[in-house]
């Protein structure tokens, strides 16, 4: 799982980020409002932990303009501010979840959770799949990155949807082979590293940060780096 903490108490954020890395997840921090907002725009995160009283932009607005850019990522409000009313307010903000100061770390860790799985289930039902600004419409048949079209072929399409599917995977040769392409893999051929190849050109090449990556002796991971 991969989380973005917007804290501006530096030794809260460190505090979260140690405890969050034990999950063994990665951990992005962000120490202001506009820089987390930034972030969480231009980076896929399964998650965001969002403080309240933040400097340049405050949680709510930060929330208010994910939801309206129309981002989905689950927000997790983590903040002092505990009433009625600020709880309505943060849910009215876009919030999926709702965690007053002071805390237990077992509670948000148990929470960081229902809400990364239910992001899982709802990506996994959905027609659409995303990572950092590559989108591929599995209705449409249609691949956008940085919002501008990328024609791809049938073939290509198969590919790219299979390593969305696995992102963060390490996917071999034969898995490809037999996902993608319905057949035994044979090791004399190059096919699969030529369609890879095809498939860089027209999604990497002229984008940032690159997504197909080679991993040596084993295959390839699809994922931001």
Same mark, same amino acid.
């Given at each position: 799982?991969?989380?973005?903490?917007?804290?501006?108490?530096?030794?809260?954020?460190?505090?979260?980020?140690?405890?969050?890395?034990?999950?063994?997840?990665?951990?992005?921090?962000?120490?202001?409002?506009?820089?987390?907002?930034?972030?969480?725009?231009? @980076?896929?995160?399964?998650?965001?932990?969002?403080?309240?009283?933040?400097?340049?932009?405050?949680? @709510?607005?930060?929330?208010?303009?994910?939801?309206?850019?129309?981002?989905?990522?689950?927000?997790?409000?983590?903040?002092?501010?505990?009433? /009625?009313?600020?709880? &309505?307010?943060?849910?009215?903000?876009?919030?999926?979840? @709702?965690?007053?100061?002071?805390?237990?770390?077992?509670?948000?860790?148990?929470?960081?959770?229902?809400?990364?799985?239910?992001?899982?289930?709802?990506?996994?039902?959905?027609?659409? &799949?995303?990572?950092?600004?590559?989108?591929?419409?599995?209705?449409?048949?249609?691949?956008?990155?940085?919002?501008?079209?990328?024609?791809?072929?049938?073939?290509?399409?198969?590919?790219?949807?299979? %390593?969305?599917?696995?992102?963060?995977?390490?996917?071999?040769?034969?898995?490809?082979?037999?996902?993608?392409?319905?057949?035994?893999?044979?090791?004399?051929?190059?096919?699969?590293?030529?369609? /890879?190849?095809? %498939?860089?050109?027209?999604?990497?090449?002229? @984008?940032?940060?690159?997504?197909?990556?080679?991993?040596?002796?084993?295959?390839? /991971?699809?994922?931001?780096?």
């Amino acid at each position: 799982m991969k989380i973005l903490v917007v804290e501006d108490e530096p030794k809260l954020a460190g505090f979260l980020k140690r405890g969050l890395e034990e999950q063994s997840w990665e951990v992005e921090l962000a120490y202001d409002g506009q820089v987390g907002k930034k972030m969480a725009s231009n @980076y896929r995160f399964d998650v965001i932990i969002l403080d309240v009283n933040l400097p340049g932009l405050n949680g @709510y607005d930060v929330a208010r303009q994910l939801r309206s850019d129309g981002l989905s990522t689950p927000i997790l409000f983590l903040t002092a501010l505990g009433t /009625i009313d600020d709880k &309505l307010d943060g849910f009215e903000a876009g919030a999926d979840d @709702y965690l007053v100061k002071p805390f237990e770390f077992r509670e948000l860790i148990a929470r960081l959770k229902v809400l990364a799985n239910r992001n899982t289930a709802r990506e996994q039902s959905s027609q659409i &799949l995303s990572l950092a600004d590559l989108e591929l419409n599995l209705d449409e048949k249609v691949a956008r990155r940085g919002g501008n079209r990328i024609d791809l072929t049938a073939k290509e399409f198969a590919l790219l949807e299979y %390593l969305m599917r696995n992102r963060g995977r390490v996917v071999s040769r034969v898995d490809i082979a037999e996902q993608v392409w319905d057949i035994r893999f044979d090791t004399g051929t190059n096919v699969i590293d030529v369609y /890879i190849n095809f %498939l860089r050109k027209k999604v990497d090449k002229d @984008y940032s940060p690159k997504l197909i990556h080679t991993v040596v002796g084993m295959g390839y /991971i699809f994922k931001e780096e």
